[in-house]
T-cell receptor, first 112, second 116 residues
Framework: DQQVKQNSPSLSVQEGRISILNCDYT??????FLWYKKYPAEGPTFLIS?????DKNEDGRFTVFLNKSAKHLSLHIVPSQPGDSAVYFC???????????FGKGTLLTVNP | NAGVTQTPKFQVLKTGQSMTLQCAQD?????MYWYRQDPGMGLRLIYY???????DKGEVPNGYNVSRLNKREFSLRLESAAPSQTSVYFC???????????????FGPGTRLLVL
């Protein structure tokens, strides 16, 4: 049973436009959410996170929104750049441990 | 500062062979993790070590063993490799021990394993 779902395997956007990556979760105990970016042949790198006490967190071009009632979060990248092309993983943890549950990832392609 | 390092980068094994994947971190982190990534499956936790001297099973531990050699090193062993263990293996570390503040995990570059 998948607790963290990224239903879009891929997304293609034009350079300069907004990229919106979505993530849904089923476990109501999750209270901390992270986004990781992964380039081919490299390990995932941390991008941005959000605690369940917030509904928005912003870091430069990256903003994560959390809708707890819908159990949904999204990552907005504005403006998108070709260097943002990568696989983006959504991950979640609950308050009882420090393990992360990952989604399957979304491949973002930003076209010049 | 090298962060998390993994060796080897790539390995080919025959079914039934054994091998150990090595992981080391130089960030003085307490917790360490082993994940596998398969196409379309995301990252799945194999084993983790909350602190030096402790290890626990994750989501997919069957066929693997781990050793937390010291605070820096966390190895993953395949005793009898199977084709189903063909995957990319990632090691990660995190500063806090279990129950610590919410913190990110830092990942190594991965080991690509092919079992024939």
């Amino acid at each position: 049973d998948q607790q963290v779902k990224q239903n879009s395997p891929s997304l293609s956007v034009q350079e300069g436009r907004i990229s919106i990556l979505n993530c849904d979760y089923t476990n109501s105990m999750f209270d901390y959410f992270l986004w990781y970016k992964k380039y081919p042949a490299e390990g995932p790198t941390f991008l941005i996170s959000i605690s369940s006490i917030k509904d928005k967190n912003e870091d430069g071009r990256f903003t994560v929104f959390l809708n707890k009632s819908a159990k949904h979060l999204s990552l907005h990248i504005v403006p998108s750049q070709p260097g943002d092309s990568a696989v983006y993983f959504c991950a979640a943890s609950d308050g009882s441990n420090y393990k992360l549950t990952f989604g399957k990832g979304t491949l973002l392609t930003v076209n010049p | 500062n090298a962060g998390v390092t993994q060796t080897p980068k790539f390995q080919v094994l025959k079914t039934g062979q054994s091998m150990t994947l090595q992981c080391a971190q130089d960030m003085n982190h307490n917790s360490m993790y082993w994940y596998r990534q398969d196409p379309g499956m995301g990252l799945r936790l194999i084993y983790y070590s909350a602190s030096e001297g402790t290890t626990d099973k994750g989501e997919v531990p069957n066929g693997y063993n781990v050793s937390r050699l010291n605070k820096r090193e966390f190895s993953l062993r395949l005793e009898s490799a199977a084709p189903s263990q063909t995957s990319v293996y990632f090691c990660a570390s995190r500063r806090s021990k279990a129950g610590g503040p919410r913190e990110t995990q830092y990942f190594g570059p991965g080991t690509r394993l092919l079992v024939l």
